[in-house]
């Protein structure tokens, strides 16, 4: 497969300019041949909303709203399956036409869609952030693994078995649920997932300086704590494609990791393969890079890391 996360800095509240972001962006790589898109979590919201007031007039109608058609136009126009993150506004409608209620949830959500315009998969995240508490529910539908046929470019159509998962989902549940739960990377290893695809908003705790000075390198920090919550795949015999896709950048508002006000976020998208007690990767951005994080994952992986163990770990988004 050939993947790429499109890793940017979108501007809280701002859908209209965030997406125009993400399209120059894409426009000036000119992606050729890509199978798979992925972008941030909230991508084109923004993530640091206080309030449901505050990210009401963004919520949008299950796989209807701007992100999805985003994703549909972007989908057609490069010829990929593309999944983004959005907000969702829920909406059940009785069937009795009597008694025709409606009562609106909303999710933190991610939707992916084929080149066709089909939606492929819709998951909404399990462990809430303290910023998503605020105004999303957690899903009552529980982890989401499916098959995705892709037509690849280069080479015969396959199908994968795809998990999915949203920032917070790769910690603990609310931080108090057992370390060596691993929740999602459990799931991922019981379904058999060849894939593993994390739309991500994850913070940072390096300071402004720290990330403006180092923008091209990596938050190691940030990349070892991942791939500690990857361990039980990291150690089964069967090697699995992680597609790691954060956002960069920062927002005012309250920051949930200490007294500072505004919150920055930790970028470093990655694209790797991990198994056989071993991590490999085709390519990582940098902490404000704002690229495609590209991976052709019929060719080598470039990197082999050796990383120590970090569990100072409570940067969810």
Not at 34 to 41: I, T
Not at 197 to 210: D, E, F, G, Q, R
Request: net charge negative; aromatic share 8%; hydrophobic share 35%.
């Amino acid at each position: 497969m050939r993947i790429g996360c499109l890793q940017f800095n979108p501007s809280l509240g701002k859908p209209t300019e965030n997406i125009a972001r993400a399209n120059l962006i894409l426009e000036a790589l000119s992606p050729k041949n890509l199978d798979l898109l992925v972008l941030p979590e909230l991508a084109f919201s923004g993530y640091n909303h206080p309030s449901f007031s505050s990210i009401l007039p963004y919520l949008e109608p299950t796989t209807t709203g701007p992100s999805t058609e985003w994703a549909k136009t972007t989908a057609s126009k490069y010829d990929c399956i593309v999944t983004v993150g959005y907000p969702e506004i829920y909406t059940p409608i009785s069937t009795r036409a009597e008694s025709c209620t409606s009562q609106q949830t909303a999710y933190n959500s991610l939707v992916t869609v084929s080149p066709t315009g089909e939606i492929l998969a819709h998951y909404r995240k399990m462990h809430l952030y303290y910023t998503d508490e605020t105004w999303a529910q957690e899903s009552p539908d529980g982890w989401l693994s499916t098959s995705l046929k892709v037509e690849l470019k280069t080479r015969p159509e396959r199908t994968v078995r795809a998990s999915f998962g949203i920032c917070m989902d790769l910690n603990p549940h609310k931080f108090v649920a057992p370390w060596e739960k691993y929740e999602l990377s459990r799931h991922a290893l019981e379904q058999g997932a060849d894939i593993l695809v994390l739309s991500m908003a994850w913070l940072t705790k390096l300071s402004p300086n720290a990330i403006e000075t180092n923008f091209d390198e990596p938050d190691l920090d940030t990349l070892s704590y991942w791939i500690e919550r990857l361990k039980p795949l990291v150690e089964a015999e069967k090697e699995v494609i992680v597609v790691c896709a954060n956002r960069c950048g920062g927002e005012l508002g309250k920051n949930p990791l200490g007294p500072e006000e505004g919150v920055r976020y930790a970028g470093s998208s990655w694209v790797g393969k991990v198994g056989k007690g071993q991590v490999t990767m085709w390519d990582i951005v940098g902490r404000a890079e704002e690229r495609i994080c590209f991976a052709d994952t019929e060719v080598e992986p470039k990197w082999m890391l050796r990383m120590g163990s970090s569990r100072d770990g409570d940067h969810g988004g």
